[in-house]
């Protein structure tokens, strides 16, 4: 039987996704985050578990937020035996990875408005 993504998320963690996502960041990418945030140490199968993700989409967040570099990943190997797994962790703090989004949202902020500037002035010059 297929678990409810709302039985393993709390409510206080689908709010964090939803801002997270009205940021502009994607639902799936805010799904690994907070999750990964919250459990510390975690396989991609908890992950999609926990989430109520496929496979491809947690490999696809994971892949985002290690090349942005917040979160970590490493292999593992069960006594030599069977396919080795992976752990993925923050590489920074939550309070870290949020000043980072805050930066990078400040500094989009300040290209609209010079963009905004840039159309007065020619719409102003006609």
Same mark, same amino acid.
């Given at each position: ?9 709390? /409510? ?13 960041? /994607? ?27 496929r496979q491809p989409e947690v490999s ?8 942005k570099g917040w979160i970590t990943k ?9 396919? /080795? ?26 290209h609209i408005k010079k963009e905004f ?10």
């Amino acid at each position: 039987m297929t678990q409810n993504y709302s039985n393993k998320i709390s /409510p206080h963690d689908r709010r964090a996704i939803r801002l997270f996502t009205e940021l502009g960041m /994607p639902k799936n990418i805010a799904k690994t985050l907070v999750y990964i945030s919250k459990n510390g140490g975690c396989r991609s199968f908890e992950i999609e578990q926990e989430t109520n993700q496929r496979q491809p989409e947690v490999s696809a967040a994971t892949h985002e937020l290690m090349k942005k570099g917040w979160i970590t990943k490493r292999d593992f190997r069960k006594k030599r035996k069977g396919r /080795p797994f992976q752990i993925y962790k923050l590489a920074y703090s939550v309070e870290e990875i949020l000043a980072k989004i805050e930066k990078e949202k400040i500094q989009e902020i300040e290209h609209i408005k010079k963009e905004f500037s840039s159309l007065k002035s020619l719409i102003e010059k006609k």
